[in-house]
C-alpha cells in the first residue's frame, strides 16, 4: 500500500457527521472503484480537535493539529468538503488552511465538494475558497459539486446527477495526481516567496 496514491478528504465543519460526510463518503467509494490503487483518508474536522491558529510555528500545536497537517501535507491530492454557513464556508476549515504551510498544497490537486440547504450560495464556498487555495498555489479542479438537501434522503446521498457529479470530480483528482509532476510546475505562488 506504500505505493498507493493518497487521497485525502475533508469534511470541513465542526457539526457531527452528516449528509456533507455521507457526500464525502461517497466520493471514498468511487476512489476505490477508478482503478490503480489508490488510498482514502478522511479528516473529518468534526471529529479531529484543531488548534486555534495563533501564528506560533506547527511543531508548538498540539498532536491533533500537528497530524493533520501532516496528512494534508502527504496526500497526493485533496477533496475538501464544505457547508454553506453564513454564505461562506465554516471557520474551522479556515482555521486549518491558516495553520498549513503554503508547501501543504502547492501544485497539488484539489476539488470542491460544497453543500447547501438550497441552491441559492451554490457559488458562496466556491467562489471563497478557489481564492484561498489559489494563495497556496494549488491546482483547484475547474468545476467543484454543490449538493443540496434534496439530494438526500435519511442521511444518505440518492440523487443520481450528484452522485455522477462527485464521482467525475473524484476521477478527475486522481488522474490530475497520477498525470501531474508537481516539480515542473511553477512560478513559486506568491505566499511561499514571502515566508
Known amino acids: 500500500m506504500s505505493d498507493a496514491l493518497r487521497l485525502l478528504m475533508v469534511v470541513g465543519a465542526a457539526a457531527p457527521p452528516g449528509r ?12 476505490q472503484t477508478v482503478g490503480g490503487d489508490v488510498a482514502v483518508d478522511i479528516l473529518n474536522l468534526a471529529e479531529t480537535a484543531i488548534d486555534v491558529c495563533d501564528g506560533r ?21 485533496v477533496l475538501i468538503g464544505a457547508p454553506v454557513y453564513r454564505a461562506s464556508y465554516p471557520g ?9 504551510p ?22 458562496a464556498v466556491d467562489t471563497q475558497l ?7 498555489g494549488a491546482l483547484v479542479a475547474p468545476t ?7 439530494d438526500f434522503r435519511n442521511g444518505k446521498l440518492v440523487s443520481e446527477p450528484a452522485r455522477k457529479d462527485i464521482a467525475a470530480l473524484t476521477s ?8 501531474l509532476d ?14
Open 20 to 31: 456533507l460526510a455521507a457526500a464525502i463518503a461517497t466520493a471514498a467509494e468511487t476512489a
Open 92 to 100: 474551522v476549515l479556515k482555521n486549518l488552511l491558516d495553520i498549513l
Open 182 to 195: 508537481p516539480a515542473t510546475l511553477g512560478p513559486v505562488p506568491l505566499a511561499a516567496k514571502f515566508t
Open 102 to 123: 503554503v508547501e501543504g498544497l502547492q501544485n497539488k490537486p484539489v476539488g470542491i465538494v460544497a453543500m447547501g440547504g438550497s441552491a441559492h450560495h451554490y457559488l
Open 130 to 136: 478557489r481564492q484561498v487555495l489559489a494563495w497556496f
Open 144 to 150: 467543484s459539486v454543490y449538493v443540496t438537501s434534496n
Open 172 to 179: 478527475t483528482l486522481v488522474m490530475l495526481a497520477r498525470r
Open 57 to 77: 510555528p506547527l511543531d508548538s500545536y498540539r498532536e491533533a493539529t500537528r497530524q493533520a497537517v501532516t496528512r494534508i501535507c502527504a496526500a497526493a491530492a
